[in-house]
């Protein structure tokens, strides 16, 4: 994935990978469709966006030898699973390459877009058992045999599916997640995937934990990333195999215009992002019945590992800005740098000791841009930044609700009015405060007190300019909203209907969650509607 491939699916470059064959380096040039005079236009777009002015000759330099950042690094960024390519640099990182690496992130409004990626849990009908890694296996040939996918693999192990910008990846218990497409292809995704998964008896779930099997039920996934957290993460935290193995999410990725534009969303996302977790709380049982919470996804990471997750109050500070962000970044424990096709664990040490030379297990080696990239993908607070913002906080759920997740997000952050709106109501809460609902949430939903009322009577409000926001962008996305409006008026999350259910006609049994919440994928469920998934 290059630097600048956010700007959108007719926008790429030209660039130089260096990989090494049987002890010879190749350098291979490749050539994307856009010229770098045209990138150079949009980069000069980018710049005059405010996205740091101090240092816009220092963010993005383009010549006719290909994509370079300042001081003549040359820039590969892997995508995830890390790349075999490496990364010749012309001399050591420093902090401002970092900084760099998160402005380039900044686009104009018209390239801005949406991204969606979608967990859920595969399951067998007959007796509704997780799925294998032998049957993922069977199922991820499958489809890039008859579907034309490209297969990603780890050794000898398949460990993922990608077919131009769309991706099939799993998490560490066999949790599918579906990424990376333009909407109207993600229901072709999802159409193969179930066309597959249904002749071989397996279905899929939308909801945010594992409602009956236990986490010595759950497959191990074979690959070296997850081995080393699983290794680490009782060592951090109480709960952090349940959040690897027993987790669903629906995460939305979002795009700014400058580095002030990155501080209005990020702080806008942190602040509602308890509201978010209410909104779509979907995880109310554990081992076949109910677990005390509404979200018990969202509960499991306040004890994962606070060194990587939290409402990163700081964020809030005057001086918060793309700095800022590196800074907190280079200090969280680093869990692996991918070297020769492997990864190799580097727990415990940050990557700040990583750019000092400092790492005992590759002594003396320095970072490439490709390990800050996969280090950020290793830091977990509710609102993520890397190249674009991630809204982090809602549980897994079934495909009629998988749009109305980027519905609610984009019509506050990508609408100016309704942006400002939420800062303003926002402004004088405290940090206590928000701590205070991203505690309580998970058990007691837009029902937790907050001021002089509920947490409801503020969702209501939020969820009203979200709509508004969607029906001033023109795109008739505002239907996309109605079951959360529905949630927001009445207060009941869908998790507390779940519970009803379990009390009431399900008689205090779970199994019925498994078709109540089967991902079927109707196509008529979200329209085109003019989402596009980056």
């Known amino acids: 994935m290059a630097l600048v491939s956010q700007t959108g699916p007719s926008h790429s470059i030209r660039t130089e990978i260096v990989r090494y064959k049987a002890g010879k380096m190749v350098v291979v040039s490749m050539t994307y469709h856009m010229k770098a005079s045209k990138m150079k236009e949009l980069c000069g777009g980018f710049l005059s966006s405010s996205c740091n002015s101090s240092k816009k000759e220092q963010i993005l330099c383009i010549n006719d030898s290909g994509f370079r950042c300042n001081r003549g690094h040359r820039i ?30 900044c686009k104009p409004k018209e390239k801005w877009r949406i991204g969606t990626e979608h967990e859920k849990f595969g399951f067998e009908f007959g007796t509704l058992r997780p799925i294998t890694y032998e049957q993922i296996e069977e199922l991820l040939n499958g489809i890039a045999e008859r579907f034309d996918w490209e297969k990603i693999k780890e050794g000898d192990y398949i460990i993922g599916l990608k077919q131009g910008k769309q991706s099939i ?70 709960l952090g195999l349940d959040m690897m193995f027993r ?12 580095e002030a534009d990155m501080i209005r969303k990020f702080r806008a996302g942190l602040a509602l992002q308890p ?65 020769k096709k492997k990864y190799i664990d580097c727990t415990g040490m940050t990557f700040r000791d990583f750019m000092a030379g400092k790492l005992p297990c590759i002594p003396g080696e320095l970072p490439t841009l490709n390990d800050w990239e ?18 982090r906080g ?16 984009v019509g506050i952050l990508y609408d100016e009015v309704s942006l400002q709106k939420v800062l303003d109501m926002t402004v004088d809460w405290t940090a206590e405060e928000r701590q205070m609902l991203r505690n309580k949430v998970p058990k007691s939903g837009l029902k937790t007190p907050f001021r002089d009322g509920l947490l409801r009577h503020v969702a209501e409000d939020v969820v009203q300019w979200a709509r508004d926001g969607l029906e001033r962008r023109g795109f008739k996305e505002s239907g996309f909203l109605n079951e959360v409006t529905e949630v927001g008026r009445t207060g009941v999350t869908p998790a507390e209907k779940l519970l009803e259910l379990y009390h009431g006609k399900w008689r205090q049994t779970v199994d019925p969650v498994f078709e109540e919440l089967l991902y079927r994928g109707e196509s008529d469920s979200c329209g085109t509607g003019g989402f596009f998934c980056v």
């Open 394 to 409: 809602a549980d897994g759920g079934p495909w009629r609700r998988l749009c109305a997740l980027p519905a609610f997000w």
């Open 374 to 391: 996969n280090h950020l993908t290793t830091i977990f607070p509710e609102v993520r930044l890397k190249r674009y913002l991630e809204m």
């Open 247 to 258: 987790t669903c999410t629906v995460q939305v990725n979002l795009d700014f215009i400058s």
């Open 76 to 105: 590969i960024v892997a995508a995830s699973p890390p790349a075999e390519d490496a990364v010749i640099a012309r001399g050591p990182l420093t902090k401002e390459d970092l900084v760099d690496y998160l402005a380039s992130g």
């Open 169 to 238: 990846s799993l998490e560490p218990g066999g949790q599918f997640e579906l990424s990376g497409a333009p909407l109207e292809t993600l229901h072709q995704t999802c159409a193969e995937v179930k066309a597959v998964a249904e002749e071989m008896g397996i279905g899929f779930l939308g909801i945010g934990f594992q409602p009956k099997w236990a986490l010595k039920d759950i497959p191990i996934m074979p690959k070296g990333r997850y081995h080393i957290m699983r290794n680490y993460m009782p060592k951090v935290g109480t």
């Open 275 to 339: 509201i978010a977790t209410a909104l779509f709380a979907n995880s109310p049982f554990m081992e076949g019945k109910p677990n005390g919470y509404l979200s018990m996804r969202s509960h499991i990471w306040t004890d994962t590992d606070n060194n990587r997750t939290g409402m990163l109050p700081f964020v809030f500070d005057d001086s918060f800005g793309f700095e800022q962000y590196v800074d907190y970044a280079l200090d969280v424990p680093m869990y692996f740098v991918y070297r």
